[in-house]
């Protein structure tokens, strides 16, 4: 049975301009475990808000680092799934598609979209703690987290924390792209952190439609006009084949 509603389909295919948002939803399939999900093994007596924080790096810059080097071990392991590449196709056909995302692993790009957002950073850069400057490579001492080789200090992972500012440019990006298209997906994410919810928000106001697609079935504050329960990398390919048969 099909889980799309043909109305979203043919909204797809008359669509100019195409916002998505995603979130850790979008690459549970691929084998990351999503926030929200107990953390399975090592980290399962950490959550996120305790990890992902300036304070928990001062407190703990090797807990922290450690936690980061593990993800990106997991994130190089796994590939993009079915639901990735779904959006690149979707990008082929649509006049004007712009993928924001909240996750850091790098999976969009490496499946072949484009015009990606990244509101959060992404697990592969890391960063100068003190200067804030990517920092491309540096000597292995040993040492954890490494050192600087501009100032000696720490590096950090170039990853949005808990209390920090987006990337000021992606997220304006972003907010222009909610605020502009005819249609906005909200896919795998729970839509509790600020502000990248606001954007699903911000897209219903502006007179978009928009559907939501998420395994849960959660509360929304605002309706969204089509709500699909589901995986995302089985209802997005259903999605893209209806709406360009020939092409997929
Ligand atoms: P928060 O509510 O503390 O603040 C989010 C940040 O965004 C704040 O600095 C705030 O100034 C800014 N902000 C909030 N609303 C805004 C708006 N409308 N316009 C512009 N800026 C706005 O959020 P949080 O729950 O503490 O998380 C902070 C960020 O860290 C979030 O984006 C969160 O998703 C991210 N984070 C990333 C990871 C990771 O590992 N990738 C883990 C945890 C949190
Ligand atoms: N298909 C679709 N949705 C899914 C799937 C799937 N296969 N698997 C899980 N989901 C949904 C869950 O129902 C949940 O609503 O994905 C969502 C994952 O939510 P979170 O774990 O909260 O992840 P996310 O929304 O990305 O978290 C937002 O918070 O911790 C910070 O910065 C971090 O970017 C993260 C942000």
């Not at 399975?40 to 810059?61: I, K, S, V």
């Amino acid at each position: 049975s099909a889980l799309v509603p043909s109305g979203l389909v043919d909204a797809l295919r008359k669509a100019r301009r195409v916002a998505i948002l995603t979130g850790a939803g979008i690459s549970a399939e691929s084998g990351i475990p999503t926030f929200r999900d107990a953390l399975t093994g090592l980290w399962a007596r950490f959550n996120p808000e305790e990890l992902a924080t300036p304070e928990a790096f001062q407190r703990d810059p090797k807990l922290v680092w450690e936690w980061y080097a593990h993800r990106r071990e997991l994130v190089e392991r796994v590939e993009p799934n079915a639901a990735h590449r779904a959006l690149v196709t979707m990008e082929q056909h649509v006049p004007k598609l712009t993928l924001i995302t909240q996750n850091v692993d790098g999976l969009h790009q490496r499946a072949g979209s484009q015009n990606v957002l990244e509101l959060h950073g992404n697990l592969a850069r890391v960063r100068c703690f003190h200067e804030n400057t990517v920092i491309p490579s540096w000597e292995d001492t040993g040492e954890v987290p490494p050192r600087c080789p501009d100032c000696g200090g720490p590096l950090r992972p170039d990853v949005v924390w808990f209390g920090e500012n987006l990337p000021a440019d992606a997220f304006e990006k972003a907010v222009e792209a909610a605020a502009q298209c005819d249609l906005f997906f909200s896919i795998g994410t729970s839509g509790v952190v600020e502000p990248a919810a606001s954007l699903t928000r911000l897209a219903r106001q502006m007179g978009a439609t928009v559907a939501l697609i998420n395994l849960d079935v959660e509360p929304r504050d605002v309706p969204p006009l089509y709500q699909i329960h589901g995986k995302a990398g089985t209802i997005l390919p259903e999605l893209v084949q209806r709406a360009w048969p020939e092409r997929t």
